[in-house]
């Protein structure tokens, strides 16, 4: 069916690094744009970056920029997200979720299920 | 940097109309989408480009965007529309999410 499921989170120390991995079926997944989100427990909703269906533009968000680095493989249907010198505040459950659109008209059509990576000593 | 910005909560009869607002400096020339999640789940899409239902989600839900607000609507709010409501739009590339607003119904 279609479906998104990350993978990759878990416990990791401050200024550590950690691979986020989403997964998708049932549908083209070269079509789409693709995003994270990410939640911090008890939080909203916070963008952290996207990447264009052929992998030639990426954003981030202010808080990121620098520090994580997405991509993609589409021939594995497969979404990353690199997380570098990770700080207690990038504590969170992170979502994959696919666009539909583009980058100023696009919405978050299908989300995954979400990873927990925590940052703590 | 863009900042759209939602009431922490809105409560609201079961029967009655809710309305979420989102705020944000001309608001109505850009896109919004709303996204409706509850509580343990991921969130999912309600409203996309202002006004626009996917398919499955209920004729009680709309939407609107004009000015410097956007707000989604529910007519005929049910127990299980219960849950944070975030709108979403973009500002030069970069996708914006509200604080959100946490809808009761009583």
């Known amino acids: 069916q279609v479906q998104l499921v990350e993978s990759g989170g878990g416990l990791v120390k401050p200024g550590g690094s950690l691979r986020l991995s989403c997964t998708a079926s049932?549908?083209?997944?070269?079509?789409?744009?693709m995003t994270w989100i990410r939640q911090a427990p008890g939080k909203g909703l916070e963008w952290v970056s996207y990447i264009t269906s052929g992998s030639a533009y990426t954003n981030y968000a202010d808080s990121v920029k620098g520090r994580f680095t997405i991509s993609r493989d589409n021939g594995e249907k497969s979404l990353y997200l690199r997380m570098n010198n990770l700080r207690d505040e990038d504590t969170a459950t992170y979502y994959c979720?696919?666009?539909?659109?583009?980058?100023?008209?696009?919405?978050?059509?299908?989300w995954g299920r979400g990873t927990l990576v925590t940052v703590s000593s | 940097s863009y900042e759209v910005t939602q009431p922490p909560s809105v409560s609201v009869s079961p029967g009655q109309t809710a309305s979420i607002t989102c705020s944000g400096d001309k608001l109505g020339n850009k896109f919004v989408s709303w996204y409706h999640q509850k509580p343990g789940q991921s969130p999912v899409l309600v409203i996309y480009q202002d006004e626009k239902r996917p398919s499955g989600i209920p004729e009680r839900f709309s939407g609107s965007n004009s000015g410097n607000t956007a707000t989604l609507t529910i007519s005929g709010t049910h127990a299980m529309d219960e849950g944070d409501y975030f709108c979403q739009g973009w500002d030069s590339s970069i996708a914006v999410l509200g604080g959100g607003t946490r809808l009761t119904v009583l």
């Open positions: 979720a696919r666009v539909t659109g583009d980058y100023d008209s696009g919405y978050f059509d299908l």
């Open positions: 049932g549908f083209t997944f070269s079509d789409y744009y």
